[in-house]
């Protein structure tokens, strides 16, 4: 079975700049979590959806950042405009909202703002 | 508020001896959860384990083996005969019930020399 998906791996921008993180989580599997791994800050979460629907998005750090999930199967992490200090490893999961749910995380984007 | 305290930030040891790794957490709820992912060089989180608060068992798996104590609120975790392989940043996480959100530590990195 195909794990979380994300695109791209990597990703290097110059500041300001717009930048779109992708996300396809696990068939079958109705709960999202962005995540943000940082040396300084460990790993945080951003946001995360139940059926679609954004249920916390507490841990976006500002209104650059920006969470889409238009269907089971995609979700969007958009920071515009993009500064050096978002530089990071970001990281999607997905989860069965049900039962004890334990998360599966994609392999990450590390992303370079410059 | 829950918090995870990982009070090793790094450990290294030669091949073929056991290691454990500590972790302390914090919650007034009854009901939670616990994990341990592994995140190899290659930046991927692999779950590795849950256990359930109603649950005190030890667990094994191979060489990977779970203490799980509530009296002490701990859950530790011992790599028995450690091979290079098992090198890796662990992460100590904790879910409360009726929440998603997991709280991670802020990680040991384990250092397995030949």
């Known amino acids: 079975d195909a794990g979380v998906i994300q695109s791209p791996r990597h990703e290097v921008t110059e500041m300001g700049q717009e930048v779109t993180l992708r996300c396809k989580p696990i068939?079958?599997?109705?709960?999202l979590f962005w995540y943000r791994q940082t040396m300084m800050r460990g790993l945080e979460l951003l946001i995360y959806f139940n059926n679609n629907v954004p249920i916390d998005d507490s841990g976006m750090p500002e209104d650059r950042f920006s969470a889409k999930m238009p269907n089971a199967s995609f979700s969007t992490l958009k920071i515009q405009p993009s500064e050096p200090r978002d530089s990071a490893v970001y990281f999607c999961?997905?989860?069965?909202?049900?039962?004890?749910?334990?998360?599966?995380f994609g392999p990450g984007t590390r992303l370079t703002v410059t | 508020a829950q918090k995870v305290t990982q009070a090793q930030t790094e450990i290294s040891v030669v091949e073929k001896e056991d290691v454990t790794l500590d972790c302390v957490y914090e919650t007034r709820d009854t009901t939670y959860y616990l994990f341990w992912y592994k995140q190899p060089p290659s930046g991927e989180l692999v779950f590795l384990i849950r256990r359930n608060s109603f649950d005190e068992q030890n667990e094994i798996s191979g060489r990977y083996s779970w203490n799980f104590q509530k009296s002490t609120s701990s859950f530790n975790f011992t790599i028995t005969a450690s091979q290079v392989v098992d090198s890796a940043v662990y992460f100590c996480a904790l879910r409360i019930q009726g929440a998603q959100k997991l709280v991670f530590g802020q990680g040991t990195r384990l250092t397995i020399n030949p």
């Open positions: 068939s079958g599997h109705n709960s």
């Open positions: 999961a997905s989860s069965l909202r049900q039962g004890y749910n334990e998360q599966y």
